[in-house]
């Protein structure tokens, strides 16, 4: 029993003891290695959040920039637009233009007759609209 156990602590002395300190001082090379790599992650998200603050910047004064420019350009447009004069100028146009939508179809009296009722109707309400749409157009260029 007493050569088993020297042949045991002999093994432990001469091979396992080597091992495990040279595994020790690998582990603390690699610890070292993983604390400099964080680091080095660590100083590149710093950067990359600056970076991105600096872009957004730059974006927000654009979409600023722009907004103001494109709500002057609007403005511009519509005024000229929406000016009562056309507004006017576009209802008497389509007051000019023939109204297809009141005609009426009655089946059984003679066509001449039906026409020339049509016919006088036809001009009473289109001088009605006229006068309406004229005075419409009128009240809206004067306010």
Same mark, same amino acid.
């Given at each position: 029993?007493?050569?088993?156990?020297?042949?045991?602590?002999?093994?432990?002395?001469?091979?396992? +003891?080597?091992?495990? =300190?040279? &595994?020790?001082?690998?582990?603390?090379?690699?610890?070292?290695?993983?604390?400099?790599?964080?680091?080095? %992650?660590?100083?590149? /998200?710093?950067?990359?959040?600056?970076?991105?603050?600096?872009?957004?910047?730059? %974006?927000?004064?654009?979409?600023?920039?722009?907004?103001?420019?494109?709500?002057?350009?609007? /403005? /511009?447009?519509?005024?000229? &637009? +929406?000016?009562?004069?056309?507004?006017?100028? &576009?209802?008497?146009?389509?007051?000019?233009?023939?109204?297809?939508?009141?005609?009426?179809?009655?089946?059984?009296?003679?066509?001449?007759?039906?026409? %020339?009722?049509?016919?006088?109707?036809?001009? =009473?309400?289109?001088?009605?609209?006229?006068?309406? %749409?004229?005075?419409?157009?009128?009240? +809206? &260029?004067? =306010?």
């Amino acid at each position: 029993m007493a050569e088993w156990l020297f042949t045991s602590i002999y093994m432990l002395n001469e091979c396992c +003891l080597p091992l495990m =300190s040279s &595994a020790r001082t690998t582990i603390e090379q690699l610890q070292e290695e993983k604390i400099c790599d964080q680091k080095t %992650v660590i100083e590149l /998200q710093e950067k990359l959040i600056s970076k991105q603050d600096r872009d957004l910047g730059l %974006v927000s004064q654009t979409v600023e920039k722009e907004l103001k420019s494109y709500s002057s350009a609007l /403005q /511009q447009s519509c005024s000229s &637009a +929406l000016s009562p004069s056309n507004i006017a100028t &576009a209802v008497k146009k389509i007051v000019k233009e023939e109204d297809r939508t009141k005609e009426v179809v009655v089946f059984g009296v003679d066509e001449e007759a039906v026409s %020339v009722l049509l016919l006088k109707s036809q001009r =009473s309400w289109n001088s009605w609209r006229r006068n309406l %749409v004229s005075q419409d157009a009128e009240e +809206l &260029a004067s =306010s």
